[in-house]
């Protein structure tokens, strides 16, 4: 009997090495393990046998009845690809794509404008979005009655600021920080601000309700127009990588004296005329001017010994200039079809 079982053993073994698929491996299952297969039925005889005989060729059919299973076991998980058991993996095939988020095309121009700006020796700043009049306006030379506050749509806040005394509105442009930053550092002073700010506005495609800015300030002794200038010409060549043409036009705003409107060559169209920059070739990029001597005040730095520029660069618009970026609304859309490309 021992025979017997030991040549079912080898026939088993035998017939599983060349077993190609999962259908001859039942089938050879039922041959041998099934209720009337020859394994079980050999088990089976196992009765007739008594005492030293039972104990020994039961102990026999005990380990060959597991080494069988295991063999099948082994058998089935190679068809079906489980091939763990000998940690195999297949570095051939495709690996599972993870998706990963990237930087907004606004993160990515502030970046490289603080590197322009960090080798000019200007630190960057910070100011709140949700504004007090007072920084807002009254100190920036437009009190409260003045005609000027028309000249931006704005925002205006049902609450007080924490003392109560002046009205809360989200910040209409970026300048509230250059009294901030005077009040906290004082003079002489490099800082750029980059940040979000918002107008009352009806949305096109050159106009949004929120929209990003970058506010530079410049403070120290003698500073003169020249400088603003060959700061603002240092930067545009920066982001752009080549020459830009650029053209200087007066340009009015309270908290500067005298101000103006540095325009760039519109890089769409190359100065013919397009929808982008209103067909007159030109883009108004960065309003600017020497700080008025009442907003050095406000800051607390004294106007007869220093004097400094500022500017407020469109950030955003920048950001469609430099991409090629035909209309405003794709930057707040959370259109993964835009933003993905970048
Ligand atoms: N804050 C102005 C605006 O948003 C721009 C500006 C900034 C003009 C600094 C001059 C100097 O319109």
Known sequence: MKEQLIEIKKNILDALNDVKDLAFLEKLEKKY???????????????????????????LA?????????????????LEGKTDKKGFIDVTLPGEKIERGHLHPITLVQRELEDIFKKMGFMFLDGPELESDYFCFEALNIP??????DMQDTFY??????????????RTHTSPVQVRAMLKYGAPLRCIAPGRVYRCEAIDACHEHTFDQMEGLMIDKNISLDNLIAVMKELINGIFGRKIETRVRPGYFPFVEPGIELDIKC???????????????????????????????????D??????????LGFTRLVMMRYGIGDIR????????????F
């Not at 088990?43 to 046998?49: H, N, Y």
Request: glycine letters at 12%.
């Open 144 to 149: 409260y009655h003045h005609p000027a506050r």
């Open 33 to 59: 393990l099934g209720r009337k297969g020859e394994f079980t039925q050999a088990l089976r005889k196992l009765a007739q046998l008594s005492g030293e005989a039972k104990k020994e060729v039961g102990s």
């Open 330 to 341: 794709f930057f707040n859309s959370g259109d993964l079809r835009f933003l993905e490309q």
């Open 157 to 170: 806040i049902d609450h007080k600021n924490e003392k109560g005394e002046f009205d809360l509105v989200m």
């Open 267 to 301: 890089t769409i169209c190359g100065g013919t005329g397009c929808p982008s920059c209103k067909h007159s070739g030109w883009l108004e990029l960065l309003p600017a001017g020497m700080v008025h001597p009442n907003v050095l005040k406000y800051g607390g730095v």
């Open 62 to 78: 005990n380990e060959i009845k597991k080494d069988i299973e295991k063999k099948f076991v082994e058998t089935r998980n190679n």
């Open 303 to 312: 106007p007869n010994v220093y004097s400094g520029f500022a500017f407020g």
